[in-house]
């Protein structure tokens, strides 16, 4: 897998959440994942094709995604309810637009689906592409969550 | 700007609609509907007299690239204003809204001084 691919998701995930959300990430260390097993409660995926085809997906835990939507809206959200899986499919729409943008703008062009939301403590992530997955963590003061970045080899 | 304008909000995502509706609501808009795709868009245009359309690209059933076509070739609405606000950003992108007709277009993630600017260009 080409590993600058994985940049622009970052980028994205960074500009996309302090814009909407106002909230101040910061990246850890990427990972190689060997398992399915999502790393929170409630995570956005996509399929992406173009040069390459692959997945983007992203994590949150329950209290970290809580405090996002709660700045989002400007309201407190107090359970993962329907509207939180609904601010999570959009918050993973815009870091792929965001991403896409920039590999656009190196020639790497991509198309993305419409994101689908899982929910539920030790949900599954499947990527179909046979590439390894990427996985960024990210910290907030509201808790974490993880990207997962996986193209085809 | 004129705030009793009647403003149609299309997007897939009831996080979006509210996130706008949020940001005309502080603007002084009071008159706002919503759709939650292209389809539905239509149909509330055919029922309601709308002043400016907001809409996403990506949606199931009608994209707002198509809805925006459908309402430019449609002289009821084809001078009707229309602002796409959309995750889809690389540059064809926008040739493509432009060369259909977009008023204006705003990239997600946007902050609300965006759609505040884009809205004054459009109305003015």
Partial sequence: ?????????????????????????????????????AVGDVTGILGLTGVANGTFAVTFEGKCILTIVSNMFGETMESLNEEIADAVGELTNMISGQARRELGESGRVFKAAIPSVVTGKNHSIRHYSDGPKIAIPFNTDGGNFTIEVCFER | MDTSIKILIVDDFATMRRILKNILKQLGFKNLVE??????????????????????????????????????????????????????????????????????????????????????????
């Fill in chain 1, 1 to 37: 897998m080409d590993v600058s691919l994985v940049n622009p998701f970052i980028n994205a995930t960074i500009n996309v959440l302090e814009t909407m959300a106002f909230v101040t990430v910061n990246a850890g260390k990427p990972y190689l994942k060997s398992d399915n097993t």
């Fill in chain 2, 35 to 124: 759709a939650d795709d292209g389809t539905t868009a239509w149909e509330v245009l055919e029922g309601q007299s709308i002043d400016l359309i907001i809409s996403d690209w990506n949606m199931p059933k009608m994209t707002g690239l198509e809805l925006l076509k459908k309402v430019r070739a449609d002289s009821r609405y084809s001078k009707v204003p229309f602002l796409m606000v959309t995750a889809e950003a690389q540059k064809q992108n926008v040739i493509e809204a432009v060369q259909a007709g977009v008023s204006n277009y705003v990239v997600k993630p946007f902050t609300a001084e965006a759609i505040s600017d884009k809205l004054e260009k459009i109305l003015r």
